[in-house]
């Protein structure tokens, strides 16, 4: 199927949500050694999959969040809780540019290459990216040879120095693909707005059997 596609966009956020019985991280690249629980999946993995089954990896592009999933009343990470709390526009989901909540304390993993704020006194974990995991997953990008990256959405980015977009794209110096609108952090990361692909959407299919392709959506 790789052949037919000109790339495939890895939604690799929501791994863990209200659908889960414990709080986890959303958008980790690996699987947590030291707490399992809180990682039911990873972006390594799914990387890893799609490769071994004939996808290129440069025909890849890695999806990021730009929100966080809140979990209340927990004490952490592969803990149970009780609720999603309040969010900014869905009950538990706050935009990136929310976070951290006030009394939050910020924590970036290392080894699962995952971030959080946590607060002992609400016990309210948020899990979401921070620029240091954007950096690492700007890293990923280049070390896997994948063909950027994608973001959900991008009115969740901050501003300046703190907007993971930016941070990525600079770490990146290769052509990368960001849907829905550009913004500025993980850009820096892959080379700057310079190193973006500009090549045109395909949007002729004289030949198709769909009157509304062959027409290019024309009425």
Not at 21 to 27: M, P, R
Not at 133 to 159: F, H, N, P, T
Not at 179 to 200: H, R, Y
Request: glycine share 12%.
């Amino acid at each position: 199927m790789d052949r037919y596609l000109d790339f495939w966009n890895l939604m690799a956020y929501d791994y863990a949500g209200s659908w889960d019985t414990v709080a986890g991280h959303g958008a980790n690249l690996f699987a947590s050694n030291s707490n399992p629980a809180s990682t039911p999946f990873n972006t390594d993995q799914a990387i890893d999959y799609y490769t071994s089954h004939g996808v290129a990896s440069s025909n890849i592009v890695l999806g990021m969040p730009l929100y966080g999933r809140a979990f209340t009343d927990t004490s952490g990470p592969g803990q149970p809780y009780n609720g999603l709390g309040v969010g900014g526009w869905r009950d538990g989901v706050w935009d990136y540019k929310a976070l951290p909540q006030t009394g939050c304390k910020v924590t970036n993993l290392d080894q699962e290459a995952a971030s959080y704020c946590y607060s002992s006194g609400s016990r309210l974990f948020i899990s979401y990216d921070t620029p240091e995991v954007a950096r690492k997953k700007g890293e990923y990008i280049k070390s896997k040879g994948l063909g950027g990256g994608m973001w959900w959405e991008l009115s969740g980015d901050k501003q300046g120095d703190d907007s993971l977009i930016t941070t990525v794209c600079f770490l990146v110096h290769s052509h990368f693909i960001i849907l829905l609108t550009l913004n500025s952090q993980v850009v820096s990361t892959l080379g700057g707005t310079g190193a973006l692909d500009k090549t045109d959407n395909q949007l002729s299919y004289p030949i198709s059997k769909y009157d509304n392709l062959k027409a290019c959506f024309e009425p």
